[in-house]
């Protein structure tokens, strides 16, 4: 048994690198103009200021680079723009679905005993009971994911890693960790309190456990 995010990971990584990029273009649009005119007036071959360039009715000298900038930095900001509208559509569209796919009531039963990193008799605890599916299809896909313990604790770490490769995709089904450990609480307090003890981290709303296929089925 494994844990990642409900939101899909791929999608929000890129729709914030996007994002991030066209900040950084209007960033420097701005520094750029608001530091060209005090370029030199005169060419100077040394530092390649060598293209004219009309400055508020003033003529100065820009190098190539600040040349290239004034004519890419507009375009790749309404790029980059695009490209996270399209992403942010991607991360919107796939939480609507998992959310839609919890409200129809889709359930898991556990019926083995799922591997992972918490102790023995904690993960013994799953067995037979049923789990609400916090995934939009009913049967089990690949999901990126981490260790319960070792496992990235944030959201930032958890795409460093995704992007690092450190995430290994795992086909189960996804279950809402709160939901998860609040059935787990009426069966076994022990096993419940032992979740909140030592996976804390995991205690919030966009984590979920990943439980494999060979340990559970859908139940109607």
Not at 209 to 219: D, K, Q, R
Request: net charge positive.
């Amino acid at each position: 048994m494994r844990v990642t995010f409900r939101i899909p990971l791929l999608w929000t990584s890129l729709c914030a690198f996007f994002f991030a990029c066209a900040v950084a273009c209007v960033v420097a649009w701005f520094i750029l103009l608001s530091t060209i005119c005090s370029n030199p007036r005169t060419p100077v071959p040394q530092t390649q200021h060598v293209i004219p360039y009309n400055c508020h009715g003033m003529k100065v000298f820009i190098s190539p680079s600040e040349d290239a900038m004034l004519h890419w930095l507009v375009p790749m900001e309404l790029l980059f723009m695009v490209l996270s509208l399209i992403t942010a559509a991607m991360v919107v569209q796939a939480v609507a679905k998992a959310w839609q796919g919890s409200v129809r009531g889709g359930r898991v039963r556990i019926f083995a005993v799922p591997p992972g990193e918490a102790p023995q008799w904690v993960r013994e605890k799953w067995v037979g009971l049923e789990l609400p599916l916090a995934q939009f299809s009913a049967g089990a896909r690949p999901w990126h994911s981490a260790g319960v313990l070792t496992g990235p604790r944030g959201f930032l770490a958890t795409v460093g890693r995704l992007f690092r490769g450190e995430l290994h995709e795992q086909s189960g089904f996804v279950v809402n960790v709160l939901e998860a450990v609040a059935v787990l609480e009426r069966v076994s307090p022990e096993a419940a309190q032992w979740w909140r003890m030592n996976a804390a981290h995991l205690m919030k709303p966009p984590r979920c456990f990943v439980f494999p296929e060979h340990v559970c089925t859908v139940v109607q």
